[in-house]
């Protein structure tokens, strides 16, 4: 946490990260946490969106991956296609 020379604390991700997990713990609101910790109600709100995001898509991530091991191979060989969300589609054949 740094001051600056306008009186402003400027916060790294992981000290929000820390502030996020105190809100959480403390089961009130937004507001009357933001107004005990003397915090911004407008940069909390901002933080706890962008920090929110960001976990999500890595939790997707996590969540979607899938471990693919192709059949056993047959006279014919094997193929496998995948069309991913946007658009892009994967082909391996054997």
Same mark, same amino acid.
């Given at each position: 946490?740094?001051?600056?020379?306008?009186?402003?604390?400027?916060? #790294?991700?992981?000290? !929000? /990260?820390?502030? *996020? &997990?105190?809100?959480? $713990?403390?089961?009130?609101?937004?507001? %009357?946490?933001?107004?005990?910790?003397?915090?911004?109600?407008? #940069?909390?709100?901002? !933080? /706890?969106?962008? *920090? &929110?995001?960001?976990? $999500?898509?890595?939790?997707?991530?996590? %969540?979607?991956?899938?471990?693919?091991?192709?059949?056993?191979?047959?006279?014919?060989? !094997?193929?496998?296609?995948?069309?991913?969300?946007?658009?892009?589609?994967?082909?391996?054949?054997?």
């Amino acid at each position: 946490m740094r001051a600056s020379t306008n009186g402003r604390v400027r916060r #790294s991700a992981t000290e !929000w /990260r820390e502030v *996020l &997990s105190r809100f959480q $713990a403390s089961g009130q609101g937004p507001r %009357a946490f933001c107004q005990i910790e003397q915090l911004g109600l407008a #940069s909390f709100m901002r !933080w /706890r969106r962008k *920090l &929110s995001a960001v976990d $999500a898509e890595a939790g997707d991530a996590e %969540a979607g991956f899938v471990e693919l091991t192709p059949p056993r191979e047959t006279s014919t060989g !094997w193929a496998l296609e995948v069309e991913l969300p946007d658009g892009c589609v994967v082909r391996l054949r054997g």
